[in-house]
């Protein structure tokens, strides 16, 4: 399989090859110790509340994928998170400061949400009713889902200017709900409070210090209705974009160990209907701006909350429901991933994708849920990558990304390459950083060192395993015929589509001989696991 692999990469891009540059580089792992940690279960996607009428740039892209009215029973929607086996889900969104809990008395009708001028967002208040309350559950129950919900945090607030609200949080409706919730016996694992409110806000904001003594108010609520149970979920805020002095005053005001997790939002794409969103995503320097949000933000936790984790709550590259014919093809990958690598570096230790469905960034398809390019981007690092993050040098360009975890569930680890750039072709060497004399043999095959150029590992590379035959399994992922707006993705050369009785298609790597060359085309991406690899740190 290996040879005939490497064959057909090999001959398919021949044609390409006079055209293209090629560039040797040296990947350093260190896998003596970990930079960082993530939850064992990172990837997370969301649920939004945004009903079928919600348009941008006359453009509708949610259909009837909202947490009210989405059919449940459809097979594919439960083929596709059973696939992770335990995935994450955050319900949430923009609409999520209006919704009403249908059960107790309420301080306004419980409707469907409707088109409203004046209104949040243009649109009135909306119901969750307790029967579809019900109806989640039982599949997040059947799925394996662990689950995050976002709780209404304007309720019994006023609006004292444009953007801005003022007033004590209400907690009735829910501390209605979380009882119901108990007495049902669902499994939450977090509840989350508001929904970019932080800061200046997304349509309204809260100042930090009235939504931090209403973060103590939820807190001792929590610990009151969940005294009996065993498990008591985490309680996680603001879910807003990161201002530094309010989230550090929202920690100094709530007090230590209130929050759990912190969460924050990142759309670094800007909007969806942005004619330059490819060249954004392919631009490495553009790519690493948002960078001094995760410095930043750790730098604070480390300061402010060290009690608390940092995750990112809501992300979907492009805001306004995404790009269309951009975030639901292939081409996004290069920004979902490296923002998956660049996220655990700094201490994320859950992302979550806006969305599981609906608007033009949805992992499965709205109207199909036939999975786009990024739900096997978003499986496969859920099934390779480790816990553990290593740190990376690098040699090449800044057009070829590079990260390296611990791989999951195996020993060795696993790097994630991204290549950017359109006429580069990388040929990589990988090195441990425990061994800075590595011998290589270099043995030239085609345009000198730079094509194909094998390599040998010595001892302290395999550690006790120098025994055994040496492979590693390669992942790599290209767009359908080329087109990086292709909504189909290619996994070593076939294309990933439902099987014949429509369940999710097998991810399986090509496994290859350790000592074969490791080369990396233009515009495309890795994943490779080095089962040999000797590190301590992932022992």
Not at 145 to 169: C, D, E, M, P
Not at 380 to 393: F, I, N, P, S
Not at 524 to 534: G, H, L, M
Request: aromatic share 12%; with cysteine.
């Amino acid at each position: 399989m290996g040879f005939r692999f490497f064959l057909f990469l090999f001959l398919a891009t021949l044609p390409a090859f006079l055209a293209q540059e090629f560039e040797d580089a040296i990947i350093k792992v260190d896998g003596a110790t970990t930079v960082a940690e993530t939850d064992a279960n990172f990837i997370c996607a969301t649920l939004d509340w945004w009903p079928h009428d919600k348009c941008n740039y006359n453009h509708c892209p949610w259909g009837y994928s909202s947490v009210i009215n989405m059919d449940l029973s459809h097979p594919l929607f439960a083929k596709a998170i059973e696939a992770f086996k335990h995935l994450r889900i955050r319900i949430g969104g923009s609409l999520q400061d209006q919704v009403l809990y249908d059960i107790g008395s309420l301080r306004s009708p419980c409707h469907p949400f409707r088109k409203m001028n004046d209104g949040l967002f243009g649109f009135s208040k909306g119901c969750l009713r307790m029967s579809r309350w019900d109806e989640l559950n039982r599949l997040f129950s059947q799925t394996g889902v662990i689950l995050t919900f976002g709780l209404n945090a304007l309720y019994g607030r006023y609006q004292i200017r444009k953007g801005a609200w003022g007033g004590v949080w209400d907690s009735s409706n829910t501390q209605n709900f979380i009882k119901y919730t108990i007495s049902k016996g669902y499994q939450i694992d977090s509840w989350e409070f508001g929904n970019e409110l932080s800061g200046s806000g997304v349509g309204a904001s809260v100042n930090a210090e009235q939504y931090g003594k209403d973060l103590i108010n939820l807190k001792a609520i929590i610990n009151k209705l969940y005294n009996n149970s065993n498990v008591k979920p985490l309680l996680v805020a603001p879910g807003g974009f990161y201002e530094q002095d309010w989230y550090a005053k929202l920690l100094q005001v709530s007090g230590s160990s209130t929050v759990n997790v912190v969460t924050h939002h990142i759309y670094n794409l800007g909007a969806g209907v942005d004619p330059n969103l490819v060249s954004k995503i392919l631009n490495p320097h553009y790519l690493s701006r948002v960078e001094e949000t995760f410095k930043s933000l750790d730098k604070t936790l480390q300061t402010w909350g060290p009690w608390a984790s940092a995750w990112v709550g809501e992300s979907g590259g492009a805001y306004n429901s995404g790009g269309h014919l951009v975030s639901n093809t292939f081409v996004n990958s290069f920004w979902y991933l490296d923002q998956l690598g660049m996220a655990s570096k700094y201490h994320t230790k859950v992302y979550c994708r806006q969305t599981l469905i609906g608007g033009n960034y949805g992992l499965l398809n709205t109207t199909t849920l036939v999975p786009n390019p990024d739900y096997y981007s978003a499986l496969l690092w859920h099934r390779l990558m480790g816990k553990g993050v290593l740190a990376v040098d690098s040699t090449a360009s800044p057009f070829l990304r590079s990260y390296a975890h611990c791989s999951k569930g195996k020993a060795g680890i696993t790097l994630l390459l991204i290549n950017l750039s359109n006429q580069t072709t990388f040929q990589i060497n990988v090195e441990n950083s425990m061994n800075l004399n590595l011998f290589v043999k270099k043995t030239t095959m085609y345009r000198g060192s730079a094509f194909m150029r094998g390599l040998k590992k010595s001892a302290s590379w395999i550690g006790s395993k120098a025994d055994e035959q040496l492979f590693r399994e390669e992942y790599h992922l290209t767009p359908k015929d080329g087109y990086l707006r292709s909504q189909t993705m290619v996994l070593n050369g076939m294309p990933l589509e439902l099987t014949d009785d429509g369940n999710i298609p097998s991810l399986n790597p090509v496994r290859l001989n350790l000592n074969a060359p490791i080369f990396i085309n233009p515009l495309s991406i890795a994943f490779i696991a080095f089962p040999n690899f000797d590190a301590p740190a992932c022992a």
